[in-house]
C-alpha cells in the first residue's frame, strides 16, 4: 500500500528555477527517503532523512521533515534540464519501502 | 560494483507462457525486494527476501506468481501463467541494512508485456 503522497502530481519550470514537492503520510516512521527515477530507469536514491532531524542537504537538494504534520518537503534549487524526472518519497515500514505515487517534474530550457 | 542486474531488460509474451526474470544483488548485500511498477497501482512491493530467505511474500497477487533466492547472488520471479494483466515494469532492489528502512538500490528493470 502507498503510504507517502506527493503533492503536486507534475510540476513544469524553467532551468535555474527552483522546484518543491511536497510528500504527507499516514503513520509514524523511523526515516524519509526520496528517490528519483529517470525515464526507463529504476529508481536512484537521493536522500534520507531521519525521524530525529529537521532537514538534510546534499548539493542543490533540501529535505525537511515535519513529523507533527507528517509531511516532507523536498526542494530542488537552481533546477537544470538534467533534473527531469519523476520524484518519489518512500516510507519504511519496518524493513520495507512504501513509495507514493510520484511528482514528474519536466524542466524546461 | 555493476550494482543491481536484472535480465532481461524487455520481455514480450503472449498470454499463459511462463515468464521467469533475473535479479543479480550487490555483492554484500542481503536483503532483496522485488517491486512492480504500473501506471495505475505505482510501485508495489511484492517479496523480500533476507539472507536468501522470503520473509514476507504479502505482496504477491496470486499463486502464479513465485519466487526464489537459491543463493546470495541470485533471484528470480517467475510467473505461470502469464496473464495481459500482469504487463508492468518489474523492479529488483537490494540494500545491506543496518537498521530500519535502509536506502534501496534499484536494478533497471525488467518491461514486461503480455499480449
Known amino acids: 500500500s502507498q503510504q507517502g503522497e506527493e503533492d503536486p502530481q507534475a510540476l513544469s519550470i524553467q532551468e535555474g528555477e527552483n522546484a518543491t514537492m511536497n510528500c504527507s503520510y499516514k503513520?509514524?516512521?523511523?526515516?524519509l527517503q526520496w528517490y528519483r527515477q529517470n525515464s526507463g530507469r529504476g529508481l536512484v536514491h537521493l536522500i534520507l532523512i531521519r525521524s530525529n532531524e529537521r532537514e538534510k542537504h546534499s548539493g542543490r537538494l533540501r529535505v525537511t521533515l515535519d513529523t507533527s504534520k507528517k509531511s516532507s518537503s523536498l526542494l530542488i534549487t537552481a533546477s537544470r534540464a538534467a533534473d527531469t524526472a519523476s520524484y518519489f518519497c518512500?516510507?519504511?515500514?519496518?524493513?520495507?519501502?512504501?513509495f507514493g505515487a510520484g511528482t514528474t517534474v519536466t524542466v524546461r530550457a | 560494483d555493476a550494482g543491481v542486474i536484472q535480465s532481461p531488460r524487455h520481455e514480450v509474451t503472449e498470454m499463459g507462457q511462463e515468464v521467469t526474470l533475473r535479479c543479480k544483488p550487490i555483492s554484500g548485500h542481503n536483503s532483496l525486494f522485488w517491486y512492480r511498477q504500473t501506471m495505475m497501482r505505482g510501485l508495489e512491493l511484492l517479496i523480500y527476501f533476507n539472507n536468501n530467505v522470503p520473509i514476507d511474500d504479502s505482496g504477491m497477487p496470486e499463486d502464479r506468481f513465485s519466487a526464489k533466492m537459491p543463493n546470495a547472488s541470485f533471484s528470480t520471479l517467475k510467473i505461470q501463467p502469464s496473464e495481459p494483466r500482469d504487463s508492468a515494469v518489474y523492479f529488483c532492489?537490494?540494500?545491506?541494512?543496518?537498521?530500519?528502512?535502509?536506502?534501496?538500490?534499484f536494478g533497471s528493470g525488467t518491461q514486461l508485456s503480455v499480449l
Open positions: 532492489a537490494s540494500s545491506s541494512p543496518t537498521g530500519t528502512g535502509e536506502k534501496l538500490l
Open positions: 518512500a516510507t519504511d515500514d519496518d524493513y520495507k519501502l512504501s
Open positions: 503513520t509514524s516512521i523511523n526515516n
